[in-house]
C-alpha cells in the first residue's frame, strides 16, 4: 500500500488549505491514518489522526481548534482542513498509517507506512 499525499501550497496568516492523502497498491488494513508535520530544525510534530474503523479523531494541541480531519472513499483517503492558518503551521505535512493502539497513535515511530510530504508555507 502506498500513500500519496497533496494539496500542499504558499497562503497567507488567516487562509485556508485542504491537504489530501490517499491510499493505493492493495488491501489497506491500518486503523489510523493521520498527519504529521516537520518544520526545518525541529522534530516530527503529531498534527491529528483519523480511525477508519469509527471515525475516532484526535488533535495536537497546536492545532485543535483549527484544523479538521475527515475521511472519504471507503476510509481510504484523508483529509486535513486547516483553518485560520498561521506562520508557525510552515512545514512539510506527511500522511501516515498504523495499526498501533490509541495510546501510540501522537508517535511518528509507532507508523509504517508514509506517503511522501507536502510543503506547506504560511506567510505573515
Known amino acids: 500500500v502506498q500513500l500519496q499525499a497533496s494539496g500542499g501550497g504558499s497562503v497567507q496568516a488567516g487562509d485556508s488549505l485542504r491537504l489530501s492523502c490517499a491510499a493505493s497498491?492493495?488491501?489497506?488494513?491500518?486503523?489510523?491514518l493521520g498527519w504529521f508535520r516537520q518544520a526545518p530544525g525541529k522534530e516530527r510534530e503529531f498534527v491529528a489522526v483519523?480511525?477508519?474503523?469509527?471515525?475516532?479523531?484526535i488533535y495536537g494541541d497546536s492545532v485543535k481548534g483549527r484544523f479538521t480531519i475527515s475521511s472519504a472513499n471507503a476510509k481510504t483517503t484523508v483529509y486535513l482542513q486547516m483553518n485560520s492558518l498561521k506562520p508557525e503551521d510552515t512545514a512539510v505535512y506527511s500522511c501516515a498509517a498504523t495499526n498501533v493502539v490509541l495510546s501510540a497513535v501522537r508517535d511518528p515511530t509507532m507508523y509504517t507506512i508514509w506517503g511522501q510530504g507536502t510543503q506547506v508555507t504560511v506567510s505573515s
Open positions: 497498491g492493495g488491501t489497506f488494513s491500518s486503523r489510523w
Open positions: 483519523i480511525s477508519r474503523w469509527d471515525s475516532r479523531t
